[in-house]
Structure formats: structure tokens, C-alpha cells
């Protein structure tokens, strides 16, 4: 992926302002051309790769919807998540601790497998 140039870089070079720079950033976020990285840095989105890119807790919150899962239902292993995910299994722990703050899914402890506590809440946007 192909790293934009900096707000410094886009204001010194460009002459713009700081929040110019910054709608530029959003427009190219909200139409999935670029996307924000570590550093304050922003990187090119490739068409067609593909990828959700959406934080690991995010995707987790869809294994609910996507498996019909009820509250008190089973919810998947960290092994069979890291496998499903392409991660690694601290990274879904992690991701699973999340989950668990937020009241959706229940604590795991040695032997007992995490059962969904609450279903997520989905906020739909009006249709135009």
C-alpha cells in the first residue's frame, strides 16, 4: 500500500490549512479510497482487495448475527476464531476482552466456553 503524504507535507506544499487537509482525509475515508494508520499517517486503498478492515471486536460482534446465535447460545473458541480470522489467538483473546466489557458475551474460564450474553445493537441508517 502506497502512504499519502502527511497534513505537514499537504499544508506546507499545497498551501491549504490544517482542517483542509483534514475533509480531504475524511472524504477519501468515507469513500474507501484511504484509510488512517498508525502515526497519524493515511495509506491507499487498493480497489479490490477485499479485506474488512474493521477492528477484530467489530468482525467478533458479527459471529452473533452471521451464526444465529441466541443469548445463552454457545460462542466460538479462540481456536476456531483465529482460524476463521487469520489471527492469532492472544489478538482474538484481546479482541474477545472487548466484547466481554461491553456486556455481549460472557467471561471464559478454564473448561467453560463463553456464551453470548447480549445480541448486538445495530444502528441501521435511514434509507434516502
Same mark, same amino acid.
Given at each position: 500500500?502506497?502512504?499519502?503524504?502527511?497534513?505537514?507535507?499537504?499544508m506546507?506544499?499545497?498551501?491549504?490549512?490544517? +482542517?483542509?487537509?483534514?475533509r480531504?482525509? #475524511?472524504?477519501?475515508?468515507?469513500?474507501g479510497l484511504?484509510?488512517?494508520?498508525?502515526?497519524?499517517?493515511?495509506?491507499?486503498?487498493?480497489? $479490490?482487495? $477485499? *479485506?474488512?478492515?474493521?477492528p477484530?471486536a *467489530?468482525?467478533? *460482534?458479527d459471529?452473533?448475527?452471521?451464526?444465529?446465535?441466541a443469548v $445463552?447460545a454457545s460462542f466460538?473458541?479462540?481456536?476456531?476464531?483465529?482460524?476463521?480470522f +487469520?489471527?492469532?489467538?492472544?489478538?482474538v483473546?484481546?479482541?474477545?476482552?472487548?466484547?466481554?466489557? #461491553?456486556g455481549?458475551l460472557? +467471561?471464559?474460564?478454564? $473448561?467453560k466456553?463463553?456464551?453470548v450474553?447480549a445480541?448486538?445493537?445495530?444502528? *441501521?441508517?435511514?434509507?434516502p
Open positions: 500500500m502506497s502512504e499519502l503524504p502527511s497534513l505537514r507535507t499537504l506546507r506544499d499545497y498551501a491549504v490549512s490544517r +482542517g483542509v487537509a483534514l480531504a482525509f #475524511a472524504v477519501l475515508h468515507r469513500d484511504a484509510e488512517p494508520v498508525p502515526g497519524g499517517r493515511w495509506r491507499v486503498v487498493r480497489p $479490490g482487495s $477485499g *479485506e474488512d478492515r474493521r477484530l *467489530e468482525r467478533l *460482534e459471529v452473533i448475527t452471521d451464526d444465529n446465535l $445463552g466460538p473458541s479462540t481456536t476456531e476464531l483465529s482460524t476463521r +487469520g489471527v492469532s489467538r492472544p489478538t483473546t484481546k479482541a474477545l476482552g472487548k466484547l466481554e466489557s #461491553a455481549l460472557s +467471561g471464559a474460564r478454564q $473448561g466456553q463463553r456464551t450474553r445480541l448486538p445493537k445495530r444502528t *441501521e441508517s435511514p434509507e
